[in-house]
């Protein structure tokens, strides 16, 4: 049983990325209205957050400036556009995917950018340009991150095999990353206690990003920072692929460092994340993601089925489950 | 670290109790859909589910028989009307709150109704009432379960009293319940450490009523299940009073007894819940219910803010800490 104080009292080392621009624009293509990146960078400021993700860094060879919003790509130009030269506490982040990221071009040496973190995404099969990736942008000068997708599908032999290298590598921390909303707080129990093994020999720091098909993100996310993992991402209103993050305002709200305010989250959801919500864009818990996080699937089909705006789930369970 | 043996294996003493006539009439006076009751019977038998409550046993003196549906009052006669004789392994429930059921009258010899499990539901102050319904149903032959209201708002030595009390009196179930949805997961842990001594030395089982006001209501009852506690609460699509309870659809999701089905809970949520949604009828997780779960507040605000239809969520969030 974990100790009450880390209810009563705080960890200082707990830190808060806001992953709204990145993870949310995955079910808008990225075209946040006007002045909504500016409104949620001081909203960030204001909430204590310590870490606001501005987008992708996504290969202009392979992706059609005309067809995203900026965070797709994530410019230094256009972050600096809304946060200028960020004279505050909050720290700017990116994530570059492997293989979709032109990073040797278009990451910056971290002295010429408003950039202060690198998020790194890989799938366990792609280790190697990921390692790549984590020491041409430590060479840089940024913080390193890197999360390792979809682990609820991954042998854990190869997993720990996967964080022998990163804890080799000069990555600082290590994400655990629930990509099809699959996995159980017991789950991610035993899961932080394998990162930790790997953490504390390398001297690495953990952090999560959970995803709400089973409306465990928050749960997973709390259940996480109980077990020592130190970087929590959320988004504001949960806006993220399919079902979604873990909530921002549901963080905020447990989290006891007293730099951390509620109020800014709640006065933001009103302001823009609802009205985003009214205006029609789709996101969040749903029968369709709860089928495919059951299963651990890959959410795909469930999003598709979410934009056919289909109603007929015990058809779509026959669906999901004729995959097994 | 709780054993992995809990998620792969099962525990046959686990035992579903399905609520949502029950929490989910109190968001529209119980007036639910003709047919409604018998499909969902019929779905809950499918998937199953131990039990099905079918509503209050509402004093007719205090409440207007007019002004409610039938799962207010829970006649036998109702209740046959959609059961018949009952001839299946689904037992039936019913809840009578201390101070507003005329249980003497009310409820009958247990010979002569179709009812198997009557539950008590009493706030702390209210025991005595709770222990003399506890003898009385016990007397007429039912098994007996009581939830103890608004743990999180009470004092510990005073919670100790009452549990040495209900260990004393013929109740088969003492139910952990979270009514404003305050509680976090490693709460409930130690709850049910509480509870589990007193379970233990007077032979009672336990079970766990959870709301959802932080995302939680599921998260905090496969906690309850993991740390022994046996009767979970839940209602097809959450529905129930404010943010609503543990979904029905996780639970069975997540429940590894293969007499457990998940189809049949799918298939009445396209069918019955979504339609019901549809129409009109309001409940579920949002801000305003996650602002009295966080500041341990009764959700009758929550619940007002919901009705008035308002939006204004940030001058909400200064009326709730204003009462603080």
Excluded at 187 to 199: K, L, S, T, V, W
């Amino acid at each position: 049983m974990k100790e009450l104080s880390e209810l009563m009292d705080f960890r200082p080392s707990i830190k808060v990325v806001d992953a709204t621009l990145r993870d949310g624009g995955l079910v808008n293509d990225f075209y946040f209205p006007e002045g909504f990146a500016k409104a949620l960078y001081e909203a960030n400021v204001k909430a204590g957050v310590d870490y606001m993700e501005f987008g992708y860094k996504a290969d202009k060879e392979m992706f059609d400036v005309k067809k995203f919003g900026p965070s797709k790509f994530s410019d230094d130009d256009y972050i600096r556009s809304v946060v200028g030269e960020n004279d505050t506490d909050l720290k700017i982040a990116v994530m570059a995917d492997v293989g979709r990221c032109n990073y040797k071009a278009d990451i910056q040496e971290k002295a010429n950018s408003p950039v202060d973190l690198i998020r790194v995404a890989t799938y366990l099969h792609q280790m190697p340009g990921a390692l790549d990736m984590i020491e041409d942008a430590k060479k840089k000068g940024y913080e390193v991150s890197c999360n390792i997708m979809a682990i609820s599908n991954s042998q854990e032999s190869d997993l720990k095999v996967a964080l022998d290298l990163l804890g080799k590598s000069s990555v600082d921390v290590i994400y655990i990353v629930d990509s099809y909303g699959a996995l159980y707080p017991e789950q991610i129990a035993r899961i932080a206690d394998i990162y930790g093994e790997f953490a504390a020999k390398y001297n690495k720091k953990l952090g999560i990003h959970a995803h709400d098909n089973q409306k465990l993100a928050f749960a997973n996310t709390i259940e996480a920072a109980g077990d020592g993992v130190d970087y929590l991402d959320a988004t504001y209103a949960s806006m993220g692929r399919g079902a979604g993050n873990c909530a921002m305002e549901l963080l905020l709200g447990f989290l006891r460092n007293p730099k951390f305010k509620l109020y800014p989250v709640i006065k933001f959801i009103e302001n823009h994340m609802n009205p985003l919500k009214e205006s029609g864009v789709v996101w969040g818990y749903d029968l369709q993601y709860l089928m495919t996080g059951v299963f651990n699937q890959h959410p795909r089909t469930a999003i598709q089925f979410t934009k056919d705006k289909r109603k007929d789930f015990s058809a779509y369970y026959m669906e999901v489950t004729s995959q097994e």
